[in-house]
């Protein structure tokens, strides 16, 4: 196409950008600035482009988090099984909203609240702000959301270097992670989930270790998508659908800091800020099937057979394994000090044949669900 493709990601930049391009004069030296900027970008993409050194699985195996568990004492949560929360305070939630995926689910990038006062989006997103707040009181003040979440614990123990035996009652279920496999700088272990559960033979029946898990739901949004698009209303119906996974990104916040000061106790004296919640400051994590560290989605069954299922939890699994509703967080509970977030990366042949028996899915099967990361 000759007379040019520019990319624009703010909405708020395109009427600079359009007056360049019908500009006769401005056009030629604006389209060949963009063609030098696009093929600079091009070359330094080109440029990082190097050949990954990956380990064994078995190398990678022997390079776990380094963890003494000799002195280790697992804090024991205030109960086993599960936990359901029906119509929690929308308000309070509220409280605990992360504002910078909201903007950035609107095209405006910057952080939050630096963005109300940017030169250039800032009176853009100071109205957008302001708009989702006014939208929010009436949210809050009406219940136009139900929100549903579930907690539980169980004991838990790490019964091969990439296994988690979980025991519900008279039943158990085993868990499985993957490793990464990429070759580390000295001294960086290869992570796997598994490595912050305590291995079965450091385990006793006096200070067994325990996993938990949750999921949380914003049920009811439908009349109100309805009732704006009857209305012709695009704008109010993309708010109220950013607001409602703001929610329930915020109820699984909320939940998690109850869980470390509360229901697991493990951080009874935590006090920390909205901010420094969304910084993950926290001790322990709450890595969700299907995200970085721990990308096989599959393994979301177990998590909400463990939950009590669909009826529980009030969400769906569809065939893709995507939660509706759509506003619906899940994840694992990790409550080691020095359990972290990290991606498992590519992983190799051996990992994955190796993962095909742990699960008994035929080889076809997990190749679909794990394409991404399949090296």
Same mark, same amino acid.
């Given at each position: 196409y000759d007379n040019g493709v520019v990319h624009v990601l703010d909405a708020s930049r395109s009427v600079t950008v359009a007056g360049n391009l019908l500009n006769n004069e401005q056009k030629p030296g604006f389209l060949n600035n963009i063609s030098k900027e696009y093929t600079k970008l091009k070359d330094d993409f080109a440029s990082k482009k190097t050949t990954k050194e990956y380990l064994s699985f078995q190398q990678a195996q022997n390079n776990p988090a380094k963890i003494d568990w000799s002195n280790y004492i697992p804090t024991v949560p205030s109960f086993t099984g599960n936990k359901i929360f029906d119509g929690y305070d929308l308000g309070e939630i509220r409280k605990y909203i992360d504002w910078q995926p909201f903007f950035i689910a609107w095209e405006m990038h910057g952080k939050f609240p630096q963005i109300l006062t940017d030169e250039i989006v800032g009176k853009e997103a100071t109205k957008l702000y302001n708009d989702a707040n006014s939208l929010l009181d009436k949210i809050v003040a009406e219940k136009w959301l139900t929100p549903k979440g579930v907690i539980g614990f169980w004991p838990a123990e790490a019964v091969a270097p990439d296994t988690i035996l979980v025991k519900n009652g008279e039943s158990q279920l085993r868990l499985e992670s993957l490793r990464q496999q990429i070759k580390k700088a000295a001294n960086q272990p290869n992570l796997s989930l598994t490595d912050f559960i305590k291995p079965a033979s450091e385990n006793s029946n006096e200070a067994p270790d325990y996993i938990?898990?949750?999921?949380?739901?914003?049920?009811?949004?439908?009349?109100?998508? +309805?009732?704006?698009?009857? /209305?012709?209303? !695009?704008?109010? +119906?993309?708010?109220?659908? /950013?607001?409602? !996974?703001?929610?329930?990104?915020?109820?699984?916040?909320?939940?998690?800091?109850r869980v470390r000061k509360e229901f697991w106790g493990y951080q009874k004296d935590e006090t920390l800020s909205n901010e420094q919640l969304i910084k993950e400051e926290y001790v322990g994590i709450r890595p969700a099937p299907g995200y970085p560290a721990c990308p096989d989605h599959t393994e979301k069954y177990k998590l909400f057979q463990l939950l009590g299922g669909e009826e529980a939890t009030g969400i769906h699994l569809t065939e893709s394994l995507a939660m509706y509703p759509a506003a619906s967080v899940c994840g694992w509970y990790f409550s080691h000090p020095q359990s972290q977030y990290f991606g498992v990366g590519k992983i190799q042949g051996d990992q994955f044949d190796d993962y095909v028996k742990r699960k008994g899915m035929s080889t076809e099967e997990l190749q679909r669900w794990l394409r991404p990361i399949l090296e």
């Amino acid at each position: 196409y000759d007379n040019g493709v520019v990319h624009v990601l703010d909405a708020s930049r395109s009427v600079t950008v359009a007056g360049n391009l019908l500009n006769n004069e401005q056009k030629p030296g604006f389209l060949n600035n963009i063609s030098k900027e696009y093929t600079k970008l091009k070359d330094d993409f080109a440029s990082k482009k190097t050949t990954k050194e990956y380990l064994s699985f078995q190398q990678a195996q022997n390079n776990p988090a380094k963890i003494d568990w000799s002195n280790y004492i697992p804090t024991v949560p205030s109960f086993t099984g599960n936990k359901i929360f029906d119509g929690y305070d929308l308000g309070e939630i509220r409280k605990y909203i992360d504002w910078q995926p909201f903007f950035i689910a609107w095209e405006m990038h910057g952080k939050f609240p630096q963005i109300l006062t940017d030169e250039i989006v800032g009176k853009e997103a100071t109205k957008l702000y302001n708009d989702a707040n006014s939208l929010l009181d009436k949210i809050v003040a009406e219940k136009w959301l139900t929100p549903k979440g579930v907690i539980g614990f169980w004991p838990a123990e790490a019964v091969a270097p990439d296994t988690i035996l979980v025991k519900n009652g008279e039943s158990q279920l085993r868990l499985e992670s993957l490793r990464q496999q990429i070759k580390k700088a000295a001294n960086q272990p290869n992570l796997s989930l598994t490595d912050f559960i305590k291995p079965a033979s450091e385990n006793s029946n006096e200070a067994p270790d325990y996993i938990g898990a949750f999921s949380v739901t914003m049920q009811g949004i439908e009349p109100h998508i +309805k009732k704006f698009e009857a /209305a012709f209303d !695009d704008y109010n +119906k993309i708010m109220m659908q /950013a607001l409602t !996974d703001r929610f329930a990104e915020a109820f699984a916040e909320l939940l998690h800091e109850r869980v470390r000061k509360e229901f697991w106790g493990y951080q009874k004296d935590e006090t920390l800020s909205n901010e420094q919640l969304i910084k993950e400051e926290y001790v322990g994590i709450r890595p969700a099937p299907g995200y970085p560290a721990c990308p096989d989605h599959t393994e979301k069954y177990k998590l909400f057979q463990l939950l009590g299922g669909e009826e529980a939890t009030g969400i769906h699994l569809t065939e893709s394994l995507a939660m509706y509703p759509a506003a619906s967080v899940c994840g694992w509970y990790f409550s080691h000090p020095q359990s972290q977030y990290f991606g498992v990366g590519k992983i190799q042949g051996d990992q994955f044949d190796d993962y095909v028996k742990r699960k008994g899915m035929s080889t076809e099967e997990l190749q679909r669900w794990l394409r991404p990361i399949l090296e």
